[in-house]
């Protein structure tokens, strides 16, 4: 049996068809037109599908990645930034349409099951994937199987408190992780700062040019996120003790991430002996669509 793998993102929708060594058949892109609104997203997913399913010489699985959970009491989706999505039953009316079973997850939930299944997590049985962007979102997955928790909100980490009282997120809370060490807050953090607006990529990359007041700023602005980073991953360890952490996300490019970061993570750490691999993500924007089909 073929595999076919949908990822539905904010300016694109992938879908990938593979077959049972996990062999790439047929790969195809579409714009995501969210402007659109909902039944135009569902008509592009249906036809991507049938398209694929066009093209496989045998049955197939489809699993579909999505921007937002599949609420456990309703069958809707929520949480998601694709607000069209909101409170519709997605994965019911692409079934109707395509007339079979498919598996749908989040996106953080399809990164981790793509790195858990072919990526940098692949020898470990307990994984949480990590996304810092646009937001921070997170997935666990147990022997190549997404733990989704009761309300499906397992491995949403970027909205645990880090502050009590601190940054107002847009979950209406203050203080959440994602108000932090997401790469909006992050570049939001620096214009106040400095008073200039630029790029997360462009500090990171001219860091070393920065003149001696600009440094100081620079270095205060770096050891806030290692501060921030180290405790939010740190209480995700205390609590879920997973046997490797994978990062994803435009914010796990920072290079420092991996050693003065990961040493705050530990630093953090309730125990006196701390090796939890953390580990570079592998298979970069293609964990969506690759765990959509794994699903």
């Given at each position: 049996?073929?595999?076919?793998?949908?990822?539905?993102?904010?300016t694109k929708i992938e879908g990938i068809l593979l077959d049972q060594s996990g062999s790439i058949i047929e790969r195809k892109r579409i714009p995501t037109n969210r402007k659109n609104g909902y039944e135009y997203i569902v008509n592009a997913?249906?036809?991507?599908?049938?398209?694929?399913?066009?093209?496989?010489?045998?049955?197939?699985?489809?699993?579909?990645?999505?921007?937002?959970?599949?609420?456990?009491?309703?069958?809707?989706?929520?949480?998601?930034?694709?607000?069209?999505?909101?409170?519709?039953?997605?994965?019911?009316?692409?079934?109707?349409?395509?007339?079979?079973?498919?598996?749908?997850?989040?996106?953080?939930?399809?990164?981790?099951?793509?790195?858990?299944?072919?990526?940098?997590?692949?020898?470990?049985?307990?994984?949480?994937?990590?996304?810092?962007?646009?937001?921070?979102?997170?997935?666990?997955?147990?022997?190549?199987?997404?733990?989704?928790?009761?309300?499906?909100?397992?491995?949403?980490?970027?909205?645990?408190?880090?502050?009590?009282?601190?940054?107002?997120?847009?979950?209406?809370?203050?203080?959440?992780?994602?108000?932090?060490?997401?790469?909006?807050?992050?570049?939001?953090?620096?214009?106040?700062?400095?008073?200039?607006?630029?790029?997360?990529?462009?500090?990171?990359?001219?860091?070393?040019?920065?003149?001696?007041?600009?440094?100081?700023?620079?270095?205060?602005?770096?050891?806030?996120?290692?501060?921030?980073?180290?405790?939010?991953?740190?209480?995700?360890?205390?609590?879920?003790?997973?046997?490797?952490?994978?990062?994803?996300?435009?914010?796990?490019?920072?290079?420092?991430?991996?050693?003065?970061?990961?040493?705050?993570?530990?630093?953090?750490?309730?125990?006196?002996?701390?090796?939890?691999?953390?580990?570079?993500?592998?298979?970069?924007?293609?964990?969506?669509?690759?765990?959509?089909?794994?699903?």
């Open positions: 049996m073929n595999r076919i793998g949908i990822d539905l993102g904010g997913i249906v036809k991507l599908v049938l398209y694929l399913q066009g093209i496989s010489k045998t049955d197939t699985t489809i699993g579909i990645c999505t921007p937002g959970a599949i609420s456990p009491l309703t069958g809707k989706i929520k949480n998601s930034n694709t607000v069209c999505l909101i409170g519709k039953p997605l994965k019911e009316d692409i079934e109707s349409e395509i007339g079979c079973t498919i598996k749908m997850e989040n996106d953080a939930n399809c990164f981790t099951i793509a790195e858990a299944t072919l990526g940098a997590a692949k020898d470990y049985i307990f994984i949480f994937g990590v996304i810092i962007g646009t937001g921070v979102g997170g997935g666990i997955v147990v022997n190549r199987k997404v733990h989704q928790g009761r309300m499906s909100i397992a491995g949403e980490w970027g909205h645990h408190t880090l502050y009590p009282n601190g940054n107002q997120c847009y979950c209406g809370r203050k203080g959440c992780a994602e108000t932090y060490i997401s790469g909006p807050s992050l570049e939001k953090r620096w214009t106040k700062l400095t008073g200039k607006i630029q790029s997360l990529q462009d500090i990171i990359a001219e860091a070393s040019t920065f003149p001696r007041d600009i440094e100081k700023i620079y270095i205060k602005w770096k050891q806030e996120l290692i501060s921030n980073f180290g405790i939010s991953l740190a209480n995700v360890i205390d609590i879920l003790d997973p046997d490797a952490i994978v990062l994803g996300g435009g914010v796990s490019n920072i290079p420092f991430l991996y050693d003065e970061g990961i040493n705050s993570v530990y630093h953090n750490v309730f125990s006196d002996e701390v090796d939890t691999p953390i580990l570079k993500n592998v298979l970069g924007d293609s964990a969506g669509v690759f765990g959509a089909a794994y699903l």
